[in-house]
């Protein structure tokens, strides 16, 4: 039987979790299918994402799926964000598959955690570990024994070279790049292109060749407890 699955996000990146969807279905995948979207966005409820209602905002996995149990694929691109909204929804009825589409190349060698979303030819080669919620888009790539933390974003046409690691809460523009055993401490935003070849320091911006940083950002809390 499939898991019935709410989307949450009616942007781009709910569009692309709609792919993953129908490509797995298409390809013979049947254990999880979207029977419904949700947004805070107001003024889309009663609305539809291609045929995928738009029942309401995060609400409503409460009040119109009860008990029921459900999976959540979270299809928010900003790291922080989407882990607040985890965080308000969590519970015991609620499940978070992995969203990994057909032509995405995961080594057997490869370990992840719950509520990834891994776009078309993303490669994790063998010995990567990554967490939970992250989000790889279109040709990313982890190399061999490459590690990424929970609640990052990693956009298209990136490299996460061999032994590199990516902390927690991480946002990687367009072709970024990371160096061989580099280690990107949690926080970091990477510019598009920027090629990362020395640590930064925790929740700064970086951008060039090779990446400088040009900004310290302020470091979230939560209602419950700090970042770890």
């Not at 994402?49 to 309401?56: H, N, R, S």
């Not at 409460?62 to 882990?83: D, E, L, M, S």
């Not at 993303?122 to 609640?151: H, K």
């Not at 060749?209 to 470091?219: E, H, M, N, T």
């Amino acid at each position: 039987m499939s898991l019935d699955v709410v989307l949450i996000g009616a942007g781009g990146s709910g569009l692309k979790i709609t792919q993953i969807a129908e490509d797995r279905w298409d390809a013979g995948a049947r254990d999880w299918r979207i029977v419904a979207v949700v947004d805070d966005d107001a003024t889309l409820h009663g609305q539809q994402l291609l045929d995928y209602p738009i029942v309401g905002g995060t609400n409503a996995l409460a009040t119109q799926f009860g008990n029921k149990k459900i999976g959540v694929i979270c299809a928010v691109g900003a790291p922080v964000t989407r882990r607040r909204i985890i965080d308000r929804i969590n519970g015991p009825d609620i499940s978070f598959p992995n969203a990994i589409h057909p032509s995405a190349q995961v080594s057997k060698r490869a370990r992840m955690g719950q509520g990834n979303i891994l776009c078309q030819n993303v490669v994790l080669q063998a010995g990567v570990e990554m967490g939970d919620f992250n989000c790889f888009n279109m040709a990313a790539v982890m190399g061999p024994l490459a590690r990424a933390g929970d609640f990052c974003t990693v956009n298209a046409h990136t490299m996460l070279a061999s032994g590199s690691t990516l902390g927690s809460y991480c946002y990687v523009g367009m072709g970024g790049k990371v160096a061989p055993r580099v280690a990107v401490d949690q926080g970091t935003t990477i510019g598009a292109n920027a090629f990362v070849h020395r640590s930064p320091p925790a929740w700064t911006t970086v951008v060039g060749l090779p990446a400088k940083v040009i900004k310290q950002d302020q470091k979230p809390e939560f209602d419950d407890h700090d970042l770890d």
